[in-house]
């Protein structure tokens, strides 16, 4: 055999390698479409049956829905009762607090004009009795007395 033979026959054996190693390829390729169509065949069940979950789920939450707006719409006039309570018992208490403030705001002039009338009472007393001392003392001293103090 000459050298164009021997290249002939490598070229050969390197097609057949490569025809395997691709039928292998395509064949793995194939097993897995082969999945892929059982899923895709089941996806029309599956979807059927999370569709009719999804419907069941948004009838009962439009049940609940209507439900809680049902009694949502008794307890209205009750929270409008509680809130006119609220609005009454907060003018009570202001006005209440109003005349509480006037009355501290009467104590307290009235305790401060008490507290100065006695601290002038104090303060006069003491000056009265200082005078009268310095009186007797001076009356003392022009009769003769001595008083060593």
């Known amino acids: 055999m000459d050298l164009t033979g021997i290249g002939v ?11 395997i190693s691709l039928a292998q390829i395509l064949n793995n390729i194939a097993s897995i479409l082969k999945g892929v169509d059982r899923t895709v065949e ?3 069940e599956q979807l059927d049956d999370m569709f009719d979950e999804t419907g069941k789920l948004l009838h009962n939450s439009n049940n609940t829905l209507a439900d809680v707006n049902e009694k949502l719409g008794t307890l209205t006039p009750l929270f409008h009762i509680v809130g006119d309570v609220g609005e ?10 109003d005349v509480s403030k006037a009355a501290s705001n009467k104590i307290e002039n009235d305790e401060s004009v008490e507290q100065k009338k006695k601290i002038g009472g104090v303060y ?5 009795g200082y005078y009268l001392f310095r009186k ?8 003769g007395w001595k008083t060593y103090a």
Do not use: C, F, Y
């Open 124 to 128: 006069g007393s003491t000056v009265l």
């Open 9 to 19: 026959l490598l070229i050969g054996i390197a097609l057949l390698v490569l025809a």
């Open 42 to 44: 089941q996806l029309p």
């Open 136 to 143: 007797r003392k001076e009356q003392k001293e022009s009769k």
């Open 88 to 97: 009454s018992t907060r003018r009570l208490s202001s006005s209440l607090v």
